[in-house]
Structures are given as structure tokens and as C-alpha cells.
């Protein structure tokens, strides 16, 4: 395209030239940095944080090592720092105090106006996330809304990190706990299942189970979620056992549900075979009777496509040791500790 076409394409139309004007009048100039952070995935039981992208290196294993190169008898030592970006727009935010039966906390939802279409924020990598800071306040967007081209402005909105949400985002890895399991209920089992062959010739299903609320964005089928009903879980036994190394042993049971996303009924029949082939082997969880598997059919409907998409859930209710699920996540950590062979150049 020729220099005189970009030009056009690039300029601003009478109506947005105006209102730029009054962008950069009411921010005063504002500019807003804008700090690139990672997904990690906790290996125990795959509880998601956010890690600013200074502290891991490109090589590091399932993305999360804290540094980027360590010479021998030296410290480690940070190679890089993380990737920012400023961007100069016009930024505002309204407050809503919301009062819930955990927690009392402030919702700030933002919006932020560009003059310009904002590359870095729209082709954000899978597992990616950009976090902005203004006034003490940090927030990321989850969308894009009210564009009109005649105007040529971009607002994206989104809300500041919430209270409670504060811990999921991690800018120093020097008291971050990776060793120790997140949730107390029989999820560590069932993300077990990813690693597990079962025997006497059953065939299983190739597919990853994700915690639900936490699979990856715009994840191709086939995959399955597990969900554990919170108010499902529940003791079975009347006191916990604290043995001489003050172990905490509770036999509880749980209400768990699978969905599985692309499967037709051979792997979901297969699936059910295995889970139950995997409580006889391992001994992690006890199929109880109360309420039988079996596989069912969902409807998740696409209006623009008139068709319905392959979906499927099971529900379990299970028996386990919380003590169990605790060695059941050591074995995870352990198994994805990587080994280290250095020879001679």
C-alpha cells in the first residue's frame, strides 16, 4: 500500500478527531504502564496463579522457574525483566461496595479509553495476561465493548484485582509455596487420572482433565473439567485421626461431576471403566453406592451454527482420606521435578 494510503487508512475522521481532543484534555496526557504476567499452573492440583514475567525464564519447565540462568557455585540470577508496555488513553473507574457472607470488599470496575487500537492487549498469547496499575489500584481487562469506528476511540473494560485475588498474582517468588496442595478436597485424585494406565486391556480415553473454572482458554476438544460440589463434601467419620507426627487422617466423601467435552459414547463408557479400575488399583477413592455413574447427555447449543456440541457428564459420589490426597499430590510434585545429566563439553 502506498504511503498516501496508509495515511487515509491511519486518519482520524472529523468526529474523532474531536473527541481525541477531549480524551487528551480530560486524562491531562494520561499514560498508563501496562506489566506482562504468566499463567502458572500448580503441578499438585492445578490451581492457577499469575507470575510476573521477570521472574521466568523462556526455558523453564512448565513455564514457572523463577530464574533465567545460574552459573556453577554462583546464585541464580534474574536474565531479564518483564515485558511492559505504556499506553496513553483516559482511564476511569466506578466503586461498588459489595457485602457478602465471606467477605465485605470493594469492586472497582474500569474503563480505560485509547485514542488508538491497543495491539498488546487484543493478540494476548494463551496463557497470558497484562495487568495496569493506576493510583494504587491494579486491573486487567476481559473485554473490548462500545467501539464505533466513526469515533475512532477503543474502550476496553474490566474490573481491579479483587481483595481475595491479590494472592493469585505473585511479583516475588521468595515465600511462594509450591510444595504444599491448595484445595482439601479429592481433586489431587482425579488429576491422577491424567498420568494413570490402566490395566487388563481397558481402553482409555485420550483426554486431560482440568479443574473446572480453570481449563485453558478456547481449549480444543477433547478434554474433560471436574467439578467437586462444595457443599458435597462431607466427613464420614466422626473425628479426624491425628497420628504421633500430628498427621490429619479424615475419611470424607465427595460429590463430583465430569464433564467431557468431544467424546462420543465409546470413550465415555471407557472413561467410566477406568475411574473405576482406578479405585481398585490405587485405593485413592471409593466408588459408594448412594449414587452411581453413569454417563449422560448435555445440550450446549451455538445459535450462528444450529447444532449442538458433544458434551457429556458424569456424576460420582466418592469415599477418600484427606491424608491420602495429600500423598497422591506429593507423587504429582515429585513426578515433574525435571533430571539434570552435565557432561563435558
Known amino acids: 500500500m502506498s504511503t498516501l494510503g496508509l495515511e487515509a487508512g491511519n486518519a482520524r475522521t472529523p468526529m474523532g478527531a474531536d473527541l481525541a481532543q477531549g480524551v487528551d484534555t480530560l486524562s491531562l496526557q494520561q499514560e498508563i504502564t501496562f506489566t506482562n504476567y504468566v499463567r502458572l499452573v500448580l503441578p499438585l492440583d492445578n490451581y492457577v496463579f499469575w507470575v510476573n514475567a521477570s521472574l521466568v525464564g523462556q526455558s523453564a519447565l512448565l513455564n514457572v522457574m523463577r530464574f533465567n540462568k545460574a552459573t556453577l557455585n554462583q546464585p541464580p540470577s534474574v536474565a531479564s525483566f518483564a515485558r511492559t508496555f505504556v499506553c496513553k488513553g483516559s482511564l476511569h473507574y466506578a466503586t461498588e461496595v459489595r457485602q457478602e457472607e465471606g ?61 481475595d485475588m491479590e494472592p493469585q498474582v505473585v511479583d516475588d517468588l ?36 482440568y479443574p473446572s473454572f480453570l481449563s485453558p482458554e478456547n481449549l480444543d476438544p477433547p478434554f474433560g473439567t471436574v467439578h467437586v460440589y462444595p457443599e458435597g463434601t462431607r466427613a464420614l467419620a466422626m473425628a479426624p485421626t491425628i497420628g504421633p507426627t500430628f498427621s490429619h487422617d479424615q475419611l470424607c466423601s465427595d460429590r463430583v461431576r465430569v464433564t ?77 521435578i525435571p533430571s539434570f545429566t552435565i557432561g563435558a563439553v
Open 174 to 209: 521468595a515465600g511462594f509455596d509450591s510444595g504444599s496442595v491448595v484445595v482439601s478436597n479429592s481433586l489431587p485424585a482425579w488429576l491422577g487420572l491424567n498420568s494413570y494406565s490402566p490395566s487388563y486391556g481397558l481402553s482409555w480415553p485420550v483426554l486431560t482433565l
Open 260 to 336: 467431557l467435552w468431544g467424546t462420543r459414547n465409546f470413550d465415555a463408557l471407557s472413561f467410566v471403566d477406568a475411574v473405576n479400575q482406578y479405585s481398585l488399583d490405587t485405593g485413592l477413592i471409593g466408588i459408594m453406592g448412594t449414587t452411581l455413574p453413569v454417563v449422560r447427555d448435555e445440550k450446549r447449543t451455538q445459535s450462528e451454527l444450529a447444532t449442538i456440541a458433544m458434551k457429556k457428564t458424569i456424576d460420582f459420589e466418592i469415599s477418600y482420606l484427606q491424608s491420602a490426597m495429600r500423598a497422591v499430590a506429593q507423587k504429582i510434585i515429585v513426578s515433574s
Open 103 to 163: 467477605e465485605t470488599y470493594a469492586a472497582n470496575r474500569v474503563v480505560f479509553t485509547s485514542e488508538f487500537e491497543v495491539n498488546d492487549l487484543n493478540e494476548v498469547a494463551p496463557g497470558t495476561l497484562w495487568i495496569g496499575e493506576f493510583d494504587g489500584r491494579r486491573f486487567a481487562f476481559s473485554s473490548r465493548s462500545s467501539w464505533y469506528r466513526q469515533a475512532n476511540l477503543y474502550h476496553y473494560v474490566g474490573y481491579a484485582i479483587y481483595p
